[in-house]
């Protein structure tokens, strides 16, 4: 059939696919943010509670990341992604469909590992078909493209809501955008060549050989910690914005694209600084920055609640220096390893997810009437946590701070 035509992996067309592939995530967690009040009305429990869906999808997803990498090691790309897409179409049926809150729950646990899928194997099909600055640009593309989508996401979920009043409609928008994913997998190359493949069981012990990685496990639990304190704020966002201060849903959407913006701007400033400072002096002084304003935040807002300027202006700051901090904790992270970058990478990103599901489960047992200000509580405890395993690492390890950023 022409419509599942094979496209080359040197056409722009397979570039464009493995971009909407990696970008599933953002559509799956912020399309369906502004409709978190009308699922609390549905399923008749309190908008915290609803943060939840946000920690359970990340399990799901941190399980995946573990999973698929080896799994398409030894069976190929193109089936585990056109297995993952299956998995996600139905999980996501499944969250349109349900009538009670333990069912949703589970079709989003389901629907975050069938995601887990599309964007392992996207990335792992950049690896096999592209090297050097090849690789590097299109890297640069799907990173680019991957921070524009939380931008866009929310306000398709407003669209949605807006016209239809009703929350399903939002995961009625993600099945159809699977569908068409999962056109696009038939159409992908199996990018794995034969001779490359490897047991299940190799690619599993290879997971073995970075546990006992001590820096390299300390640095992962720093970026969880950090990945955490970003994620709470991601989850509680909807409810923060839409319960507490009473903002529109166009509001909410472009108060969010703000923490996004600081996000970008942080990227831009350390791809262009990196080079100029020590690695653990950048999360020192990051770290030590986003403490003073959440403990700011925290108090100017418990003395002067429903300060949504306050709020706003903390909230954008802490996440600016998150945002700095994350890629250096990533970059000391792999840095420490020496071999198989592609199981570490996988566990670092693993442990990232596990860290912000259970920042999130935390967050959604707090009443969203006080929550403004316990968003900030909690991240400055998150990021002290990040202050005290860089000290460890600098004392006990490494013993020195001069640890550079190695830049391409």
């Known amino acids: 059939m022409k419509l599942l035509k094979q496209v080359e992996v040197e056409s722009t067309k397979f570039i464009f696919y493995i ?30 509670n609803v943060i939840s869906t946000f920690a359970t999808y990340f399990i799901g997803y941190a399980i995946g990341i573990l999973s698929w990498g080896p799994i398409s090691d030894t069976f190929g790309r193109k089936k585990i992604l056109i297995y993952g897409m299956l998995m996600y179409i139905l999980s996501t049926i499944i969250c349109s469909l349900s009538i009670k809150f333990y069912q949703l729950l589970a079709g989003r646990i389901f629907q975050g590992f069938g995601d887990s899928a599309c964007t392992t194997v996207a990335f792992a099909m950049v690896r096999d078909c592209y090297e050097g600055k090849k690789l590097t640009k299109t890297l640069a593309t799907l990173m680019m493209l991957f921070l524009i989508a939380p931008i866009i996401a929310p306000f398709i979920g407003i669209l949605i809501i807006k016209a239809t009043d009703e929350w399903q409609n939002i995961f009625h928008f993600l099945t159809l955008f699977g569908i068409v994913l999962l056109i696009f997998s038939f159409k992908m190359p199996e990018t794995l060549k034969i001779d490359h493949s490897s047991k299940m069981t190799i690619s599993f012990k290879k997971y073995l050989i970075h546990m006992y990685n001590f820096e390299f496990i300390l640095i992962v639990i720093a970026s969880g910690f950090a990945f955490g304190a970003f994620f709470v704020f991601v989850g509680a966002s909807a409810v923060v914005y839409l319960k507490t201060f009473k903002v529109t849903q166009i509001e909410y959407g472009l108060l969010f694209a703000l923490n996004v913006i600081a996000g970008l701007l942080a990227g831009f400033l350390l791809r262009k600084y990196c080079h100029l400072i020590s690695g653990y002096t950048i999360t020192t002084f990051t770290t030590v920055s986003a403490i003073i304003c959440t403990i700011m935040g925290f108090f100017v807002l418990y003395f002067c609640p429903n300060n949504i300027l306050f709020f706003v202006v903390f909230m954008w700051l802490t996440t600016f220096f998150i945002m700095l901090c994350l890629p250096v904790l990533s970059s000391i992270a792999l840095n420490s390893v020496k071999d198989h970058f592609g199981v570490a990478t996988s566990i670092l990103s693993a442990i990232r997810f596990v860290f912000a599901a259970i920042t999130l489960l935390f967050i959604s047992s707090i009443s969203y009437k006080t929550m403004e200000y316990s968003l900030f509580l909690i991240q400055s405890i998150l990021i002290f946590f990040i202050l005290v395993i860089s000290f460890i690492i600098m004392v006990k390890i490494r013993g020195a701070w001069m640890y550079k950023i190695k830049s391409d």
Not at 21 to 46: E, N, R, W
């Open 19 to 48: 971009a909407l592939f990696t970008i599933l995530p953002s559509f799956a967690t912020d399309t369906y943010a502004p409709a978190l009040p009308h699922i609390a009305h549905f399923f008749g429990v309190t908008p915290s």
